[in-house]
């Protein structure tokens, strides 16, 4: 639920997954079984080693767990999709340790104290029992969810160092982009909304009623409200329809200008919507299309270059997979 996201989130959650497995067959080297290294402990087992470093079935079984809990797999009952995604994860860490350590090689680091203030920052207005909740759906420790925030933050500052000096975005192509998908552009209907958040359909009631009587929406919503943006007075933001859950555009959507809505049931809880603002459909003029489209020109030639740029590390690396040990674990 709570994500690090900032430009570079899609190359990181890229190397989650679905590039390692890209590159699985391409650049590693497969070795048989050591049996001199297995012993019963997951962590004495090493099933791969990158430029001399182990990773060992512990931390393999951890990553594995926590990707199949993320991603709400099921154990995989073919043995074919099985291996793939045991080699897939494998090959996440071993992408992850190649970075790290080109990272140290040119001294990146991220301080502890911006490693917590950003830690800090997501996780503001979940209460410690949904924290905890949200963790275990993860399969990890706070402690553990932060030093992948860190590895995170590091890896994004060694891929900034190395990889955005060698883009370029002419403006040039940014006018040609704009005059040829001017369908990009069209903006429609919006709305600027609000909510607040209830537990029971008795307490929404209640507090609709309140709300008909005159009470303050937004002050409202930080007494009372259970979501996370109680804090802003249940400030949504603005959006257009597809944007939010069905429920919420199926009233949204037909509410006046200030209107408060009837009590709304969602899997979140049971909510009281009022639309502060209805904006109608438009099109984006090429000063604020511009930027957009530099920013995704821009992504596009860093994930482009990126993966290259990682090609080549891995190809210059020395590593070794004990693949019957990853299948065994």
């Known amino acids: 639920i709570f994500k690090y996201t900032s430009p570079m989130t899609r190359i990181l959650e890229t190397l989650r997954f679905s590039y390692s497995l890209l590159l ?110 949200v963790l275990k759906n993860e399969g990890q420790t706070f402690d553990e969810w932060k030093e992948k925030l860190s590895q995170n933050m590091v890896i994004e500052k060694l891929i900034r160092t190395k990889i955005a000096p060698m883009i370029s975005v002419p403006a040039s192509e940014v006018k040609k982009y704009y005059r040829d998908h001017p369908e990009e552009f069209n903006v429609p209907a919006r709305v600027h909304a609000y909510h607040i958040v209830l537990l029971t359909l008795s307490e929404a009631d209640e507090i609709r009623n309140e709300l008909l009587e005159g009470a303050d929406f937004s002050e409202t919503a930080r007494k009372y409200s259970k979501s996370p943006d109680a804090v802003d007075g249940g400030d949504l933001g603005i959006f257009s329809k597809g944007q939010m859950p069905k429920e919420f555009d199926d009233i949204l959507f037909t509410l006046k200008r200030k209107e408060i809505s009837k009590v709304v049931e969602s899997p979140y809880g049971f909510h009281i919507f009022k639309v502060q603002k209805q904006l109608r459909p438009t099109k984006m003029t090429y000063a604020d299309a511009s930027v957009k489209i530099q920013k995704k020109m821009f992504n596009r030639q860093m994930e482009e270059k990126f993966r290259e740029w990682l090609q080549d590390v891995r190809k210059n690396a020395e590593i070794i997979i004990y693949s019957e040990q990853l299948y065994r674990l």
Request: proline letters at 4%.
């Open 24 to 133: 699985a067959a391409v650049v590693i080297s497969v070795a048989g079984c050591d049996s001199s290294r297995t012993e019963n402990l997951p962590s004495s087992i090493v099933v791969a080693v990158v430029n001399g470093r182990d990773i060992n079935g512990g931390e393999f079984l951890k990553a594995y767990d926590s990707f199949k809990k993320s991603s709400r797999l099921a154990d995989p009952k073919e043995e074919k999709l099985e291996r793939m995604l045991r080699i897939g994860v494998l090959n996440n860490l071993i992408d992850r340790s190649l970075l790290y350590e080109e990272a140290e090689k040119i001294g990146i680091k991220v301080p502890g104290d911006m490693r917590d203030e950003t830690a800090e920052g997501l996780v503001k207005g979940f209460s410690p029992a949904r924290l905890k909740n």
